[in-house]
């Protein structure tokens, strides 16, 4: 959620974490919900700025905290591990994002890899203040000097022996899990609600053995993110519009947008919404079959979640209860989130005369 300009955050204080990744602690302490992310605006010479999502590991009510890896050849992630420093501001969207716990009582199984431990820790630190449940952390790393948050989980580990195990896997050491260890090491907890977060062959490699232990969808979420081409902020045309040429021209045919025939979208008139939301449901009549469902519900004054508005991120994502809508664009979301009802709300149109829809 958020106004399309952003909100202006100071910069309290730039934390060195490893070599290479960098906390980075703003003087605000916004709602937010553990495992969600902030979209960074990093200034640009090339766009004006470029957008960026990275994922809060401190706890709601907190100082918003990010932490931010360098990665090879990553403009964004270089400028705030080398320029960036306390007292600086940055426009940022409000906190977004699914990837979160529906109860902090659940039994949770963890699973990060590199830098994407940092929704795992505002996760699992959360859950251990706020809730009841056993947690167990696999966190997969090159070496010893990569382990992100070492001193704070070998804290928590302490403070917390009957609920927390950490178990760090070193490629060093261990080599690369494979989908055969990953599935033996999960294999005892088939009742908790697993979460992954790290490069995209772990995840997928951690999908696939959590998927062979039969855990079902709901207790099954991973989190990703692309780098955003266009410019989510609103209030820069010209480096929104360059942004996009870039992107258009580094992009290839297994990373084009996936686009719905506007043949497909189309309904006899106005359509019934019942959207459910942080408790309401609000009820409409009208909506348009030319309007995404984030513009219906703004236009309603409704502060639907969102960030990239490109189909690029799972911000805006809810779930289909009844009736049918098309995406325009979906760039995130996989086949088996389809088949469980998620769309996104910032590229979804009706097809049907009446949809409901929900966001828990």
């Not at 955050?9 to 906390?23: H, I, M, N, P, W």
């Not at 189909?311 to 664009?329: N, Q």
């Amino acid at each position: 959620m958020g106004s399309e300009s952003g909100i202006e955050l100071k910069v309290l204080d730039v934390v060195r974490e490893t070599e290479d990744a960098v906390s980075v602690v703003f003087d605000s302490c916004l709602e937010f919900k553990p495992g969600q992310f902030l979209t960074l605006a990093i200034p640009s010479d090339r766009t004006g700025l470029v957008a960026r999502c990275y994922s809060l590991c401190s706890v709601p009510g907190e100082p918003l905290t990010v932490t931010v890896k360098r990665t090879a050849d990553g403009y964004a992630s270089g400028w705030i591990n080398a320029e960036l420093r306390p007292g600086d501001t940055m426009r940022v969207l409000e906190p977004s994002g699914i990837f979160t716990p529906t109860s902090l009582d659940a039994d949770l199984l963890l699973f990060a890899g590199g830098s994407g431990v940092t929704p795992i820790m505002s996760i699992a630190r959360t859950a251990l203040e706020r809730g009841r449940g056993r947690i167990t952390v696999l966190y997969a790393n090159r070496d010893e000097r990569s382990v992100i948050f070492a001193r704070q989980w070998a804290e928590l580990a302490a403070a917390h022996p009957d609920r927390l195990e950490v178990i760090h896997w070193l490629e060093s050491v261990q080599g690369l899990p494979t989908q055969e260890q990953l599935r033996a090491f999960a294999s005892r907890f088939t009742s908790y609600d697993a979460f992954v977060c790290g490069p995209a062959p772990f995840m997928k490699m951690v999908t696939a053995a959590l998927k062979e232990l039969e855990f079902p969808r709901e207790r099954r979420h991973q989190e990703k993110f692309v780098s955003l081409g266009g410019n989510p902020f609103g209030d820069l045309d010209q480096a929104e519009e360059a942004a996009e040429e870039i992107a258009a021209a580094e992009s290839d045919d297994d990373t084009a947008p996936r686009v719905v025939d506007e043949g497909d979208v189309s309904t006899p008139g106005p359509v019934r919404l019942a959207a459910e939301l942080d408790g309401r449901t609000y009820d409409y009549d009208d909506w348009s079959p030319t309007a995404t469902l984030l513009e219906h519900l703004e236009s309603k004054g409704v502060k639907a979640p969102y960030s990239c508005r490109e189909g690029e991120c799972s911000a805006c994502a809810f779930r289909l209860l009844d009736g049918e809508v098309k995406m325009l664009k979906n760039d995130v979301l996989e086949t088996e989130d389809l088949d469980d009802g998620i769309r996104l709300g910032c590229q979804s149109v009706p097809v049907t005369d009446s949809v409901s829809i929900t966001y828990s």
